[in-house]
């Protein structure tokens, strides 16, 4: 957040490592900004850009979708997720982005959305068992394993398996 007002910040650091000796130290620089501020988004890195989606404005989640290129060193704003969330999860895969649950006004989503760059679109490709926030993700071999999480109406198990072949968990 900006330490002024509190709000979610739209402010963008690379850090680079200065010396891997005996006590690491970094450098810190100032990047373009982006255009949405934002608190508990996802992010992603696809094809030479680092992808922000949704997150929390402040006083409501967002369903913003921005790309940053590595190459030019600009910010582009991208097709918006079907609903407005925050607390979600992200993965690259095959060349899109897939993104996991998610938080809207105290109400978790179980939804799964796929983010296809070459169309600039997302598609509903399925649900997940559980409504869960802030989950935990990797992908191994077309199967997501989600983690933990948030549910605001069941006590979740500690683990949830998706394939994505079958756009279902087990």
Not at 28 to 50: E, G, Q
Not at 79 to 100: H, T
Request: hydrophobic share 35%.
């Amino acid at each position: 957040t900006d330490k002024k007002n509190e709000l979610p910040s739209n402010r963008f650091f690379r850090y680079q490592l200065k010396n891997i000796t005996n006590t690491p130290s970094y450098e810190t620089f100032d990047m373009p900004s982006f255009t949405f501020h934002r608190s508990v988004a996802a992010s992603v890195f696809l094809r030479d850009h680092i992808y922000l989606i949704g997150g929390f404005d402040g006083n409501q989640s967002i369903s913003h979708v921005e790309r940053f290129s590595v190459l030019t060193g600009e910010w582009e704003i991208c097709a918006s997720l079907a609903q407005r969330r925050s607390s979600l999860s992200a993965i690259p895969y095959q060349g899109k982005i897939l993104v996991f649950g998610g938080l809207q006004c105290n109400y978790c989503f179980s939804i799964v959305e796929s983010y296809d760059p070459d169309k600039n679109a997302w598609n509903h490709c399925g649900d997940l068992k559980y409504g869960r926030s802030g989950a935990n993700i990797v992908e191994i071999m077309g199967k997501v394993y989600i983690f933990g999480g948030l549910s605001n109406t069941r006590e979740l198990p500690p683990l949830e398996i998706y394939d994505i072949a079958k756009n279902k968990t087990k």
